[in-house]
């Protein structure tokens, strides 16, 4: 057979409806791919249940498998940190919303994590009324006399 074994291997591989199906399926399996991988990243981090970081860095290695070449093996590498996640062995452990089973937005940027329980249990200490004016209480000591903000002068 040789030569000619081989060449009509060959086409009959080439003329198979298997092999153009597989052929007119490849683009759109990796753009559903591409939109997957953004997504999901997207909404963990949303739901709080990966950190910022490695949300955005998952939808980016999302983006590089069209672009970068090694994308492909940076966003397997990204995978493997997600599955040290999912089994709690990742550095400083899991966000707080894997703990509560229920989504907990991270704050947004300049805000401040509540220091508050997720279960709504009071936390035990001692604490003072804040007026509803918002200003100080008397006898504090934030509370100076003339302490009021001054009008500046407009610079012509």
């Known amino acids: 057979?040789?030569?000619?074994?081989?060449?009509l291997a060959q086409r009959i591989?080439?003329?198979?409806?298997?092999?153009?199906?597989?052929?007119s399926l490849q683009f759109p399996a990796l753009l559903g791919l591409i939109v997957a991988v953004v997504y999901v990243p997207l909404q963990a981090?949303?739901?709080g249940l990966l950190p910022r970081f490695f949300g955005t860095l998952g939808m980016a290695l999302g983006v590089s498998i069209i672009l970068l070449p090694p994308g492909t093996l940076l966003l397997a590498l990204w995978f493997g940190w997600l599955g040290l996640l999912f089994v709690d062995k990742v550095p400083g452990g899991?966000?707080?919303?894997?703990?509560?089973?229920?989504a907990i937005p991270w704050p947004k940027p300049g805000e401040e994590r509540s220091s508050a329980p997720p279960n709504g249990e009071?936390?035990?200490g001692e604490a003072t009324e804040v007026p509803a004016d918002g200003e100080p209480p008397e006898g504090s000591a934030g509370a100076q006399p003339g302490s009021r903000k001054r009008k500046r002068k407009r610079r012509r």
């Open 45 to 47: 981090v949303r739901a």
């Open 94 to 102: 899991r966000p707080p919303a894997w703990e509560a089973g229920e």
């Open 1 to 7: 057979m040789g030569e000619a074994g081989d060449e």
């Open 122 to 124: 009071a936390i035990e």
């Open 13 to 23: 591989g080439d003329d198979s409806t298997a092999g153009q199906v597989g052929g």
